[in-house]
């Protein structure tokens, strides 16, 4: 099999390349882009694929992102290279898959919940399966500070459930109008997550002595954590900046700089 990444934080940011070998040239690539997210089945404990940010064109014009999927690519000295089949990229990727892009769900940033109401954390990097895209585990994370104050907790597979709308914190959309109801989504995890053991952290290196010290700290996190009660959605506020809940949502923005070109072109030919 051909080597492929296991973990969300080994793909987002690695740059992209297409290949584009033929009999004479075996080797050609083209540069696509760097990979923005990674994406997951809306329904499912399955990483899809990622989504490639491109290059701007002019340094003005957006172009619009690719979504790549899951076995849809190899490493090759380090750098991502999609394949030129039909089913790595795109409408094609998620036909093979039966998937519906604009139902996935991206994962990261979002706060991971217990079925009684507790927030352990965020979503941070994600393990999974390379041949078959299935969660193995993911890591929560409290940010750097509390991380290394308190460690963090690894959640394995089958005590994810997944996706859950509906609860968690608002989701920050873009094209979302002012007046729309804010869209809450988190992951859901078993309440067996709450007896896993917590690895690394000073206070537990300490020993009990550090242990006050440890809940103050946490208390504090608790404080500064986007809320994710009901009444997040009362406020009707976008708390969590990175997170966008589904492909429908990245798709809602991405007229926005056609629209914007095509009146740039309309202005030059008046100009002239």
Not at 55 to 63: G, Q, S, V, Y
Not at 220 to 233: G, I, L, N, R
Request: some cysteine.
């Amino acid at each position: 099999m051909a080597k492929r990444y296991g973990t969300t934080g080994e793909i987002v940011g690695k740059r992209v390349l297409l290949d584009k070998s033929t009999p004479k040239k075996p080797e050609a690539v083209k540069r696509l882009g760097k990979v923005r997210h990674c994406v997951f089945h809306p329904t499912q404990r399955r990483f899809v694929g990622f989504i490639v940010k491109r290059p701007d064109l002019l340094w003005m014009f957006r172009r619009k992102d690719v979504f790549v999927a899951y076995n849809g690519y190899d490493v090759v000295d380090g750098r991502i290279v999609v394949s030129q089949a039909p089913e790595a990229t795109g409408k094609g990727a998620c036909k093979a898959m039966g998937v519906n892009y604009d139902d996935c769900v991206l994962w990261a940033g979002l706060p991971v919940m217990g079925e009684d109401g507790t927030v352990y954390g965020t979503v941070g990097d994600v393990s999974f399966d390379p041949k078959t895209g299935e969660v193995r585990s993911l890591t929560v994370t409290q940010g750097a500070t509390a991380n290394a104050l308190l460690g963090v907790r690894e959640i394995p597979g089958h005590l994810i459930r997944g996706f859950k709308r509906g609860i968690g914190t608002a989701l920050s959309v873009n094209g979302q109008d002012e007046g729309e109801e804010p869209i809450l989504g988190a992951i859901l995890v078993s309440d067996e997550v709450a007896e896993l053991s917590v690895e690394g952290g000073l206070a537990a290196k300490a020993g009990e002595a550090t242990a006050v010290v440890a809940d103050r700290a946490r208390e504090t996190v608790e404080a500064v954590k986007p809320a994710v009660s009901t009444a997040t959605k009362a406020a009707g506020k976008a708390v969590n900046a990175g997170a966008y809940a589904t492909g429908r949502q990245i798709k809602r923005a991405s007229g926005m700089f056609s629209a914007f070109k095509e009146e740039y072109d309309k202005a030059r030919k008046e100009d002239d």
